[in-house]
C-alpha cells in the first residue's frame, strides 16, 4: 500500500498522560500537513512541514503539542499533558510539490480518546 | 485568514436526482478549490478539484463551478445514487497554500 499510513489507528489515555503519533506520507512527497477533525466538522489545519522544516503552526494549537518531521519521511505529533478536549481524530495527509495547490492525500487517522 | 462556509448541512435527495452543495470563501488569493467526499469512520478522499484560472470541471457525474468574482464555488452531482451518501466536504487554498475546510454537509440518498 502506497498510501498516507497513521499508527495508531485509535488510541485511549487518559487525562494528563502524553500521547505520540506517528504518520508515514506517500513516498517522496514534500508537504505533510497534520489536522484535527471533531464529530460534524471539516478538518482543522495544525501545521504543516515542507520537507523537514516546520512552516506554519496554527496559533489554535497549544504549547502542548509539538510535531516533527527529523528526516523529511515520517512525521510525529506529540500531545502533552492531554485534555478532555484533545479528544479527536487526528488526521495526517501528504503532498507533492512545494505549493499549496497540490492534492492533499490523507491517511485513515488516529482516533484519541481522552478519559 | 481564509474562511470557508459551507451550505446546506444536510442535504436529502432522491435516487436519481440532483444535489448541490455551496461554498463561499474570504480568501481573494485562493486558487485552488477542492472537494473531499468521507464516508463513516473513513479518510476524507479527494473527488474532484478546481484551479482559479477555469470556470468549470466534470467528471462523470459529478461537476464543480467557480466564480471568482462572488468566491463561491459549487459542487454538484448528477443522478445519484445510494452510494453517493457521505459527507461532502469543501476547501480552498489561503495565502499560504493551506487547506481551510469547510464544516461538511451529510448527504443522505434515498431510494
Known amino acids: 500500500d502506497t498510501g498516507v499510513s497513521q499508527d495508531p489507528r485509535h488510541k485511549i489515555t487518559k487525562r494528563g498522560q502524553n500521547v505520540t503519533f506517528r504518520c508515514d506520507p506517500i513516498s517522496e512527497h514534500n508537504r505533510l500537513y497534520w489536522y484535527r477533525q471533531t464529530l460534524g466538522q471539516g478538518p482543522e489545519f495544525l501545521t504543516y512541514f515542507q520537507n523537514e522544516a516546520q512552516l506554519e503552526k496554527s496559533r489554535l494549537l497549544s504549547d502542548r503539542f509539538s510535531a516533527e518531521r527529523p528526516k523529511g519521511s515520517f512525521s510525529t505529533l506529540e500531545i502533552q499533558r492531554t485534555e478532555q478536549g484533545d479528544s479527536a481524530m487526528y488526521l495526517c495527509a501528504s503532498s507533492s510539490g512545494t505549493s499549496g495547490t497540490d492534492t492533499q492525500y490523507f491517511g485513515p487517522g488516529t482516533r484519541l480518546t481522552v478519559l | 485568514g481564509e474562511n470557508v462556509e459551507q451550505h446546506p448541512s444536510t442535504l436529502s435527495v432522491q435516487e436519481g436526482d440532483s444535489a448541490v452543495i455551496k461554498c463561499t470563501y474570504s480568501?481573494?488569493?485562493?486558487?485552488?478549490f477542492p472537494w473531499y467526499k468521507q464516508e463513516l469512520g473513513k479518510r476524507p478522499q479527494l473527488i474532484i478539484d478546481i484551479r482559479s484560472n477555469v470556470g468549470e470541471k466534470k467528471d462523470q457525474r459529478i461537476a464543480v463551478t467557480l466564480n471568482k468574482t462572488a468566491k463561491h464555488f459549487s459542487l454538484h452531482i448528477t443522478e445519484t445514487q445510494p452510494e453517493d451518501s457521505a459527507v461532502y466536504f469543501c476547501a480552498a487554498t489561503d495565502s499560504w497554500g493551506k487547506f481551510q475546510f469547510g464544516a461538511g454537509t451529510q448527504v443522505v440518498v434515498t431510494p
Open positions: 480568501d481573494s488569493a485562493s486558487n485552488y
